[in-house]
């Protein structure tokens, strides 16, 4: 089945810094990258949806500039965390959907724990 | 505004017997709607998916329902066994899997 990976899956850092994590597809080319934010015993937020090759397209209420999102290449798409501070603390899982014949669901990957000091 | 609604937060079943989990929701445009299972400290894998123009769709154990009029669906899964104790969301598409809502997950526990 299509797998997604995230890098790193558990990032701890001062406030004030800044976070950057990987989503890649890799068996597949993904031409859309999601991203959820999930915090304890709630659901799965959509942040922002990236086309490769396009600016990002960001939920209503999730500041652009805070949460930048490349999308370089087919399978890969990054999320920085700029300036991060304590309430940034959170689940971050990004999700692949790929080109035709995995067109059905979007693939998930494990996640990465991210806890802002 | 939460389109999709889990009201269960867990749940518990004995092995061998039937879990029904259920979600509601509230957008008549959504187009498909999905199980996924998530074990701690990973992402939700795919489980089964039902288009809004069925009302079942069957895949082994797993057998997902939709109640088009009451804005309902549920997942059965028959029998129960220990290895499906997860944390289920459901989920719901608009426009052709480029948007998700997901519910806040109900947890399963089976028992042995």
């Known amino acids: 089945g299509a797998v997604v990976s995230q890098h790193p899956s558990w990032v701890i850092c001062k406030s004030g810094t800044s976070v950057k994590i990987e989503c890649r597809s890799l068996?597949?080319?993904?031409?859309?990258m999601f991203w959820y934010r999930q915090f304890p015993k709630q659901s799965l937020m959509l942040m922002a949806t990236?086309?490769?090759?396009?600016?990002?397209?960001?939920e209503q209420g999730v500041e652009k500039d805070k949460f930048l999102i490349n999308h370089a290449s087919l399978t890969l798409s990054t999320l920085t965390v700029t300036s991060a501070h304590p309430e940034d603390s959170s689940f971050y899982i990004c999700?692949?959907?790929?080109?035709?014949?995995?067109?059905?669901?979007?693939?998930f990957g494990p996640g990465t724990r991210l806890l802002v000091l | 505004d939460q389109q999709v609604k889990q009201n269960s937060p867990s749940l518990s079943v004995q092995e061998g017997r039937i879990s029904i989990l259920n979600c509601d929701y509230t957008n008549s445009m959504f187009d498909y709607f999905l199980w996924y299972k998530k074990y701690p400290a990973e992402g939700p894998t795919f489980l089964i998916s039902i288009s809004s123009i069925k009302d079942k769709n069957e895949d082994g154990r797993f057998t997902v329902f939709l109640n088009k009029s009451a804005k309902h669906l549920s997942l059965h899964i028959v029998p129960s066994q220990p290895g499906d104790s997860a944390v289920y969301f459901c989920?719901?598409?608009?426009?052709?899997?480029?948007?998700?809502?997901f519910g806040s997950g109900t947890k399963l526990n089976v028992k042995p």
């Open positions: 068996d597949f080319q993904a031409t859309t």
């Open positions: 989920a719901a598409s608009l426009d052709n899997f480029n948007k998700f809502y």
């Open positions: 990236s086309n490769e090759g396009s600016k990002a397209t960001y």
């Open positions: 999700s692949a959907k790929g080109v035709a014949g995995l067109g059905e669901t979007q693939y």
